[in-house]
């Protein structure tokens, strides 16, 4: 599957940005999908995950009550949803795609997930 992420940009803070994450391939269904971010200087983290059948939805901590992931079966598309946005949450941020769901721990490492789109850029200002 190739992954094309979008909808990153400037936002001030306390502002909003919807991420897309386009899929190719008629089997996107079957794919768990997830949202990483990575800041400079700093390792990639995971932000938020999604199962294939729209459960098994889980969190980083700092987002949770802010960030909503969400997935269209009919679209091809997965996306995030960043709502009171912080200058912490400035960073490049990457949609992933694994072909089998770990549980709740491994679906939240990188080393989890096979596919990967380019990085969409999100600066929050102060």
């Known amino acids: 599957v190739q992954l094309q992420a979008s909808g990153g940009g400037l936002v001030q803070a306390g502002g909003s940005l919807r991420l897309s994450c386009a899929a190719s391939?008629?089997?996107?269904?079957?794919?768990?999908m997830a949202w990483f971010r990575q800041a400079p200087g700093l390792e990639r983290e995971f932000v938020a995950v999604?199962?294939?059948?729209?459960?098994?939805?889980y969190y980083q901590d700092s987002v949770k009550g802010r960030f909503t992931i969400s997935r269209d079966i009919g679209k091809n598309t997965v996306y995030l949803q960043m709502n009171s946005l912080k200058p912490e949450d400035t960073a490049d941020y990457y949609c992933?795609?694994?072909?089998?769901?770990?549980?709740?721990?491994?679906?939240?490492?990188?080393?989890?997930?096979?596919?990967w789109g380019q990085g969409t850029l999100v600066t929050v200002s102060s």
């Open positions: 992933a795609a694994a072909n089998i769901y770990y549980g709740a721990d491994r679906s939240k490492r990188v080393g989890s997930y096979e596919y």
């Open positions: 391939g008629r089997t996107f269904s079957s794919y768990v």
């Open positions: 999604i199962g294939s059948r729209g459960g098994n939805i």
